[in-house]
């Protein structure tokens, strides 16, 4: 066979703030509930992923036990080593930012052959807001048509990337934001400091998995001076020009998510009864079309990423200094 399957990713331990979760659904699967087609849904970099893992490696197990893949059948030791060719993981391939509509075909041949050594099946995109419309229209007939003792596991943080047709064939599972203490405790176990764990998770706005990254590359000095300049600039400290040197399109989708985070964060520190005011609805209009301009930019739709983002700057400056002025008149 030559298809292009991709192999089970090797840690699939779940997160500690997931544990509910995984019982929910590996009780649904006991009952013989599970839904034949999931879409795990939440903030960014806070384990979905290692969920959808969790979950394959119970589907892949011949023998479950108290909902916990048993670590011993042959499908598990194959899962542990990362060759069991029962599963098929599609992400962007490297130097890509989609999930391209040849590795949907790639999923829907393999869901029409059967099951080698597991009792199921399992298709895995993640994340699913990185296939574009030409593989979402691909993926859709296998959703229409589902093949037996086969289970389709979408992972995004954009549903509003996610069309309706797909949303409306899945069971959508909604993943809450992490529990502090335990995102705490999972950190510390990085930074083997407290009180660092504490700041990095301020810093990335209890985001673990971002905050263990940052730290992990060494990297929480320069997105700290991102946030830092993305603040000044919604100040109207910094202009677009000031903060934008020296940033290539690759960091485009970062700059765009940390320009989300701000203005949220921005959202959350108004008085409520400043929610309707002209920097409110302001604030409110440049989030939304951060995140608009974020999914084109992330799905790979448009070349001029960095001018994208370089735009959504200068508005941002713009808009909140009329909105401030707007205010005080
Ligand atoms: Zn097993």
Same mark, same amino acid.
């Given at each position: 066979?030559?298809?292009?399957?991709? =192999?089970?990713?090797?840690?699939?331990?779940?997160?500690?703030?997931?544990?509910?979760?995984?019982?929910?659904?590996?009780?649904?699967?006991?009952?013989?509930?599970?839904?034949?087609?999931?879409?795990?849904?939440?903030?960014?970099?806070?384990?979905?992923?290692?969920? +959808?893992?969790?979950?394959?490696?119970?589907?892949?197990?011949?023998?479950?036990?108290?909902?916990?893949?048993?670590?011993?059948?042959?499908?598990?030791?194959?899962?542990?080593?990362?060759?069991?060719?029962?599963?098929?993981?599609?992400?962007?391939?490297?130097?890509?930012?989609?999930?391209?509509?040849?590795?949907?075909?790639?999923?829907?041949?393999?869901?029409?052959?059967? +099951?080698?050594?597991? =009792?199921?099946?399992?298709?895995?995109?993640?994340?699913?807001?990185?296939?574009?419309?030409?593989?979402?229209? +691909?993926?859709?007939?296998?959703?229409?048509?589902?093949?037996?003792?086969?289970?389709?596991?979408?992972?995004?943080?954009?549903?509003?990337?996610?069309?309706?047709?797909?949303?409306?064939?899945?069971?959508?599972?909604?993943?809450?934001?992490?529990?502090?203490?335990?995102?705490?405790?999972?950190?510390?176990?990085?930074?083997?400091?407290?009180?660092? +764990?504490?700041?990095?998770?301020?810093?990335?706005?209890?985001? =673990?998995?971002?905050?263990?990254?940052?730290?992990?590359?060494?990297?929480?000095?320069?997105?700290?001076?991102?946030?830092?300049?993305?603040?000044?600039?919604?100040?109207?400290?910094?202009?677009?020009?000031?903060?934008?040197?020296?940033?290539?399109?690759?960091?485009?989708?970062?700059?765009?998510?940390?320009?989300?985070?701000?203005?949220?964060?921005?959202?959350?520190?108004?008085?409520?009864?400043?929610?309707?005011?002209?920097?409110?609805?302001?604030?409110?209009?440049?989030?939304?079309?951060?995140?608009?301009?974020?999914?084109?930019?992330?799905?790979?739709?448009?070349?001029?990423?960095?001018?994208?983002?370089?735009?959504?700057?200068?508005?941002?400056?713009?808009?909140?200094?009329?909105?401030?002025?707007?205010?005080?008149?």
């Amino acid at each position: 066979m030559t298809q292009e399957v991709e =192999p089970l990713p090797i840690n699939a331990t779940p997160l500690p703030w997931h544990q509910t979760e995984l019982a929910t659904l590996a009780e649904q699967y006991q009952r013989g509930m599970l839904a034949h087609a999931l879409l795990l849904y939440g903030a960014p970099d806070t384990g979905k992923r290692r969920l +959808a893992q969790a979950l394959a490696r119970l589907l892949l197990c011949a023998n479950p036990q108290n909902g916990l893949p048993c670590g011993d059948c042959h499908p598990c030791e194959l899962a542990a080593a990362g060759h069991n060719s029962d599963v098929c993981w599609q992400e962007p391939g490297t130097g890509s930012r989609v999930i391209k509509v040849e590795q949907v075909r790639a999923a829907v041949a393999f869901t029409q052959g059967t +099951a080698s050594f597991s =009792p199921n099946k399992v298709v895995v995109f993640a994340p699913a807001q990185k296939l574009n419309l030409n593989a979402h229209n +691909a993926l859709l007939k296998s959703l229409e048509e589902p093949a037996p003792d086969t289970y389709l596991i979408l992972v995004c943080d954009s549903l509003n990337a996610i069309p309706a047709t797909i949303r409306s064939r899945c069971r959508m599972q909604p993943l809450p934001d992490p529990d502090k203490a335990l995102a705490l405790q999972w950190l510390q176990e990085t930074t083997q400091d407290s009180a660092l +764990a504490e700041s990095l998770l301020s810093l990335t706005d209890g985001r =673990p998995l971002l905050a263990q990254a940052l730290y992990s590359e060494d990297r929480v000095e320069s997105y700290s001076a991102g946030r830092l300049a993305l603040r000044a600039l919604l100040a109207r400290e910094l202009t677009a020009t000031d903060i934008w040197n020296g940033f290539s399109d690759e960091d485009s989708d970062a700059f765009l998510q940390m320009l989300a985070s701000e203005l949220r964060l921005r959202i959350k520190g108004l008085p409520a009864q400043a929610l309707a005011s002209t920097e409110g609805r302001a604030l409110f209009k440049l989030l939304d079309e951060t995140l608009r301009i974020r999914r084109a930019v992330a799905a790979g739709s448009n070349p001029a990423a960095q001018m994208l983002v370089d735009q959504m700057l200068s508005k941002s400056h713009r808009e909140l200094g009329q909105a401030r002025r707007g205010d005080t008149i």
